[in-house]
């Protein structure tokens, strides 16, 4: 069936349930939406299943703001719900089995397919999503313009729109692909979690390029097993609309990745190994980690050339090494991808420098908050720091719980002193999480709890120097804390940049006195 011609913003609903359902009487419908409270004039609610609800508990709300449909999943007491629903409400109530996983073709059915139109280039990992995505919208603005959607928001880099999830829903991909194409990007670097591809938020997605950064141990009381997570990520590289790819060749699950693959999609990749490569692999060379930042040479189809960047930690190589691979398989050369490198700057929570004043300790933020992040960001900060490495981080409740040991034990083996601390405890208790991490620490002395964020960040940059390195790890970007049922607003860079500033104060009236 043909796409219906859009009246003043409205969809022939014929045409967006065509193949799935047949409409008796033809009318056309607003702006699609899985959560009630977005529903516009005219809207079509689109109730699923929930975790806990059902989409239709709140479709009241929804005929309050004047849907003009309800489209709802028959399954998790959808039925029974709707058959009470329809003595209330005077607006069609359609259900359509499995509904979750016809939401991202119904959503690219209303907006046009906007990705059709896009270069939309996926990136997946358990690590680095963010800052490779990052990394390849600010390459790419050299040119044109390029969006993002990830973790940190949606939009242009200069705009950015927050998300709640990494993968938003799929009727909310399809709507940010749609504001893209209006906006005149040509491109937009999406960050693609195991969640959104095992939901099939980015099902009708049609993805020209896929990245694959690293898989380690992380979200596993979702998956339940790193096999079902492997198989989750497999998704993304299995599109049916993909063009090239680009591995991480040093990781080992890059292998399943390729042995999927359709043969015609073209095989890019980047590694540290320096035997016999591929064709169209980048080989890193030299790699070299200063208090001024990362450098290193690429080897590429015969050339090599020099790489630097301010930039700390040796992951961030890996995450550049993506990033020019990806501008080489999109056409660059190896000096247009040289160039606009250049560009590339630290993305908040990411590896974030903070400084105040001469004489005082490095303070890094990071999103680190797997036993494999934290462990690769340690590792680096090592290569950098002159002095002392220390680190407060913690982990987060309702979430896997199987890494909170190992995450103790690679803290007390890579830092010299290390305070755990509250990360987003949600409904568990705070002091049990804690001890959860202590117990991998196995009784280390430089390893102890202080629940307070805040205190633990003053109490580490107060007792530092300015050849010591603090890494404040596993919140990144965020701006709370979320303690039971509160959201409690907490900025890791505020607090640090406070804290910096009180050890000014006291080092310069201590120094009025002497």
């Not at 516009?40 to 699923?48: K, S, T």
């Not at 940190?152 to 940010?176: C, F, H, M, R, Y």
């Not at 990245?211 to 992380?218: A, G, P, R």
């Not at 999609?265 to 169209?280: M, S």
Request: with cysteine.
């Amino acid at each position: 069936m043909m796409p219906a011609q859009q009246e003043k913003g409205t969809v022939s609903l014929a045409y967006l349930l065509d193949g799935w359902m047949t409409i008796e009487q033809e009318f056309w419908v607003g702006t699609p939406s899985v959560d009630a409270r977005n529903i516009e004039q005219d809207g079509v609610f689109l109730a699923v299943v929930g975790a806990q609800l059902h989409g239709l508990d709140h479709a009241m709300q929804a005929v309050e703001r004047n849907a003009s449909v309800i489209i709802y999943d028959p399954a998790g007491g959808g039925d029974l719900l709707a058959a009470r629903l329809k003595k209330q409400i005077d607006i069609p109530l359609l259900a359509l089995t499995r509904l979750s996983e016809k939401l991202s073709e119904f959503a690219a059915r209303f907006y046009g397919y906007p990705s059709r139109e896009l270069s939309v280039i996926g990136i997946t990992g358990t690590n680095g999503k963010t800052s490779v995505s990052h990394f390849i919208a600010q390459a790419l603005s050299v040119s044109h313009r390029c969006g993002v959607i990830g973790t940190l928001g949606w939009g242009e880099l200069s705009d950015l729109q927050k998300t709640i999830n990494t993968t938003p829903d799929a009727v909310s991909v399809q709507a940010q692909l749609a504001t893209a194409l209006s906006q005149d990007s040509s491109t937009v670097a999406m960050e693609v979690s195991s969640h959104g591809l095992d939901q099939q938020r980015v099902k009708a997605v049609e993805f020209d390029a896929a990245v694959f950064t690293n898989l380690s141990h992380d979200h596993l009381d979702y998956h339940q097993t790193m096999e079902a997570y492997g198989e989750a990520k497999l998704a993304l590289f299995k599109m049916p609309s993909l063009k090239f790819v680009v591995v991480n060749e040093d990781d080992s699950f890059s292998e399943n990745i390729i042995s999927v693959l359709p043969p015609r999609v073209e095989q890019y990749g980047f590694t540290r190994q320096i035997g016999q490569v591929k064709a169209q692999t980048v080989v890193i060379l030299n790699q070299h980690l200063s208090e001024q930042g990362v450098s290193f040479d690429v080897k590429y189809q015969g050339r090599q050339v020099h790489i630097s960047s301010a930039l700390f930690g040796v992951f961030n190589v890996d995450n550049l090494a993506a990033t020019l691979t990806t501008l080489l398989a999109m056409g660059d050369s190896l000096d247009e991808a040289r160039i606009k490198l250049k560009r590339v700057s630290s993305v908040a929570g990411r590896m974030q420098l903070l400084t105040e004043h001469l004489g005082q300790p490095s303070v890094i933020i990071d999103y680190a908050h797997t036993p494999e992040a934290l462990k690769l960001a340690l590792n680096s900060l090592r290569e950098h720091c002159k002095g002392q490495l220390k680190l407060v981080f913690g982990c987060g409740g309702n979430r896997d719980q199987a890494k909170r040991p190992l995450m103790g034990d690679i803290a007390s083996k890579l830092a010299d002193q290390v305070i755990v601390t509250n990360d987003n405890p949600r409904s568990e208790n705070g002091e049990q999480i804690a001890e959860q991490i202590k117990a991998g620490a196995k009784g280390s002395a430089s390893l102890s709890i202080e629940l307070d964020r805040a205190k633990a960040i003053q109490q580490l940059v107060a007792s530092s120097t300015s050849d010591d390195i603090i890494l404040v790890a596993g919140k990144g970007h965020e701006d709370y804390q979320q303690i039971a049922d509160q959201k409690i607003p907490f900025n890791d860079a505020k607090q640090i940049l406070s804290a910096l500033d009180r050890q000014f104060e006291k080092a310069t009236k201590l120094g009025a006195k002497l």
